[in-house]
């Protein structure tokens, strides 16, 4: 079975800090995401990347930044965290395929508080 | 980039047949269709995927019209356990297409079933 870990549940962080969110796949999967869900929004792609060191933007990136040094493991970074970037973040992976079937993987999500 | 257009909830009883309807017009040739399922508190789950006609697996059917401008997943005899967020996407592989989300990243609100005794 696919497995995409993310490192923390609940994550609880004061205005101003710098917080890394992290996430770890093991399938050797070349596609990862980071995603944010709010209430009433559904889910919103924040950065993806498909290979190390490779990355690009989603419909959010603003306020983030991302990582990725090696291939099963993909960083989301807040430089700055502010109370609107309270939100549940969900990671994913996928494989590159050709043809369509690039199934995506989801890790069980992280709660950042910014307080 | 196909954008895709789900009911917003679905309300049903158990054992009955679901269906809900995923309106993508602007379907490219090369895009598949994709549904994930989500249960509060967790991340998003594959359910099914098709190109066009009928795909059935051991959990839902996906009907997909010769026009491909739609399409209809079906769950049978739901449970109180198939209470979730159901997502329709639809696109190429997104390391095709540079510069943005494309269409198979572009998750929405997807439809809220919610099933009852």
């Known amino acids: 079975d696919v497995k995409v870990t993310q490192s923390s549940r609940y994550l609880v962080k004061r205005t101003g800090e710098k917080v890394f969110l992290e996430c770890v796949q093991d399938?050797?999967?070349?596609?990862m995401f980071w995603y944010r869900q709010d209430p009433g929004l559904g889910l919103r792609l924040i950065y993806f990347?498909?290979?190390?060191?490779?990355?690009e933007k989603g419909d959010i990136p603003e306020g983030y930044s991302v990582s990725r040094e090696k291939k099963e493991r993909f960083s989301l970074i807040l430089e700055s965290a502010s109370t609107n970037q309270t939100s549940m973040y969900l990671c994913?992976?996928?494989?590159?395929?050709?043809?369509?079937?690039?199934?995506?993987?989801f890790g069980a999500g992280t709660r950042l508080s910014v307080l | 980039l196909a954008k895709t257009t789900q009911p917003i909830s679905m309300d049903s009883y158990e054992g009955q047949e679901v269906n809900i309807t995923c309106s993508h017009n602007?379907?490219?040739?090369?895009?598949?269709i994709t549904w994930y399922q989500q249960f509060p508190s967790q991340g998003p789950r594959f359910i099914i995927q098709g190109y066009k006609t009928k795909v059935t697996n051991e959990v839902a059917s996906l009907f997909i019209p010769a026009d491909r401008k739609s399409s209809t997943l079906s769950l049978p005899r739901v449970s109180l356990s198939d209470t979730a967020v159901y997502y329709c996407?639809?696109?190429?592989?997104?390391?095709?297409?540079?510069?943005?989300?494309?269409?198979?990243?572009?998750f929405g609100k997807g439809t809220k079933l919610s099933v009852k005794p």
């Open positions: 994913a992976s996928s494989p590159l395929h050709a043809t369509s079937e690039n199934i995506q993987y």
């Open positions: 602007n379907i490219a040739t090369n895009d598949y």
């Open positions: 996407l639809v696109g190429d592989n997104p390391t095709m297409n540079y510069g943005g989300s494309q269409g198979n990243l572009i």
């Open positions: 990347s498909y290979d190390v060191k490779m990355k």
């Open positions: 399938m050797d999967h070349e596609n």
